[in-house]
């Protein structure tokens, strides 16, 4: 069974930084995509950003330039480097895998398996 559990959420203020971190666990497919989205009150699921299993990654425009997503294949684990933090970053994120191959805007695929999510909290 797939399980993804995030951490590193937590509070900071404008133009601070934050790593959020997805493991991984159960999943056995050699193509794979990996994703995080996050989600406002009020506000649709937005799209963050995704990374293949070869190393290929996509970025929403609203955070292109200050969040960076990576893996560790060695420690099943996903990352999002967050700088230059925004109060409109403020959101549960979720992180999300699917057993093929993303291409495309990150809030346009399907995603198969999600982790509960961690909050992000950014004051002016």
């Known amino acids: 069974q797939v399980q993804l559990v995030e951490s590193g959420g937590g509070s900071v203020q404008a133009g601070g930084s934050l790593r959020l971190s997805c493991a991984f666990s159960?999943?056995?497919?050699?193509?794979?995509?990996l994703a995080w989205f996050r989600q406002a009150p009020g506000k649709e699921r937005e799209g963050v950003a995704n990374?293949?299993?070869?190393?290929?990654?996509t970025y929403a425009d609203s955070v292109k330039g200050r969040f960076t997503i990576s893996q560790d294949s060695a420690k099943n684990t996903m990352y999002l480097q967050m700088d230059s933090l925004k109060p409109e970053d403020t959101a549960m994120y979720y992180c999300?895998?699917?057993?093929?191959?993303?291409?495309?805007?990150?809030?346009?695929?399907?995603?198969?398996?999600w982790g509960q999510g961690t909050q992000v909290t950014v004051s002016s």
């Open positions: 999300a895998a699917r057993p093929f191959y993303c291409s495309g805007p990150v809030s346009l695929i399907i995603y198969n398996f």
């Open positions: 990374i293949n299993n070869d190393g290929g990654t």
């Open positions: 159960g999943y056995t497919f050699s193509n794979y995509c």
